[in-house]
């Protein structure tokens, strides 16, 4: 069983900048591929970025392409979303989800965090 706990949501003007963190517990997290996901009010779940149990292989959605980076630190156990540039359309729920071995996309999760809210004011 692997616990994910999402943090760095808050509120943020636009073109500002966040860090999210997702830190597992229970297992060590570099056996799982971790992506995050977000979802805002009426709207789908959207994926947002994925990354590989080593960290060598990542993976975008096209609309955060070019201002978010994903990184992982295995040592730590943590998963980091570096959001630039951001809108106000990046304002959602944020979760982490976790994969056992290679990033299939949503259908390979096997545990998602709770979430972390990210607004951002125009």
């Known amino acids: 069983q692997v616990q994910l706990v999402e943090s760095g949501g808050q509120l943020v003007q636009a073109g500002g900048s966040l860090r999210l963190s997702c830190t597992a517990s229970?297992?060590?997290?570099?056996?799982?591929?971790v992506g995050w996901f977000r979802q805002a009010p009426g709207k789908e779940r959207e994926f947002v970025a994925g990354?590989?149990?080593?960290?060598?292989?990542?993976y975008y959605g096209d609309s955060v392409k070019g201002r978010f980076t994903i990184s992982r630190d295995n040592v730590k156990n943590t998963v980091y979303l570096q959001m630039n540039s951001l809108k106000p359309e990046d304002t959602a729920v944020y979760f982490c989800?976790?994969?056992?071995?290679?990033?299939?996309?949503?259908?390979?999760?096997?545990?998602w965090g709770q979430g972390t809210q990210v607004a951002v004011s125009s």
């Open positions: 229970g297992r060590t997290l570099s056996s799982y591929a």
């Open positions: 990354i590989s149990g080593s960290g060598a292989y990542t």
């Open positions: 989800a976790a994969a056992y071995g290679t990033w299939r996309g949503v259908s390979s999760v096997d545990y």
